[in-house]
């Protein structure tokens, strides 16, 4: 008894989870009606160039200010290997593309274009929609999984409503993400590419991995449970049992991607920014919303009967 006691009552706070998750869902709805995404040249096309130069590589801001007489949309600079650099910007107009050889020449002898290719923006749209497809089918994927992995714990809840609530989270966790870049791309000029997507897809897995975690607990602690017991009792169980390793697991990895953030320089800043902000909300929505999804779909069942 003295266990039982000492253990966090985290589905009673279901109320306020609720509350909490809803206000940033539809505060993120509200952001992308209203500001939508800043989309890089990946989606919207433009001109990708490579410089080399001799002797030390500029740095980036002082490339991009002897660019910045061009008024160039959407400019990422990116250091490589062989002393070249990267330049990425929306436009795939030919005379600005000479205008950016000729600054660059003008200001740095010896500097040589090595390629530059032009992002079609009927290919970039096409890609748009390969990524959203590839969210679809793995939100789907996911739900799909899960029903199955769970299909031996029909009672109280049947297997498919696990699925169904680790899709609302996952939902939830990528929202708020696409949410806050909808901010931050308006009032910072943060621009979405396909690193991005990548991080929405990084961010379903790490957090579907969470949710699983407690649901497996959750299916071992039915199945040894006696009769007497309730489930949210249960569910309730087997979220104290798991919280210390989730919260553990995603710290270490939110410390990481921090690391990276700070030290890891402009062109990877984005992906570690949407990662830290989709690993956190996963981890909260697995603990939080995942499980009591289950809690409210069981008493929902008990109200009806």
Known sequence: MAGNTSMLNIIDKTKYAYAFSVTLTVLSVVSLFVWGLKFGIDFTGGTLAEVQFTGSVPASQELENTLKDLGLKSLTLQPTA?????IRYAS???KINQEVSRKISENYPGAKELRADFINSSVSQELKRNSLWAILVAILG?????????RKVSRPVESWKYGLGAVIALVHDVLITIGVFSVLGHFAGIEVG???IAA????LGFSVHDTIVVYDRTRENLLRSSAKEQFPDIVNRSLNETLVRSINTSLTVLLTLLAIYIFGGETIRDFSLA???GVFFGTYSSIFIATALLV??????MTKK
């Open 296 to 301: 409210t779909s069981y008493k929902f069942q």
């Open 275 to 277: 990662l830290l902000v």
């Open 194 to 196: 396909v690193p991005f």
């Open 92 to 94: 795939e107009d030919d």
């Open 82 to 86: 062989n002393n070249s650099i990267l």
């Open 142 to 150: 996911i739900m799909a999984y899960i029903a199955w992995a769970f």
């Open 200 to 203: 929405l897809l990084t961010i």
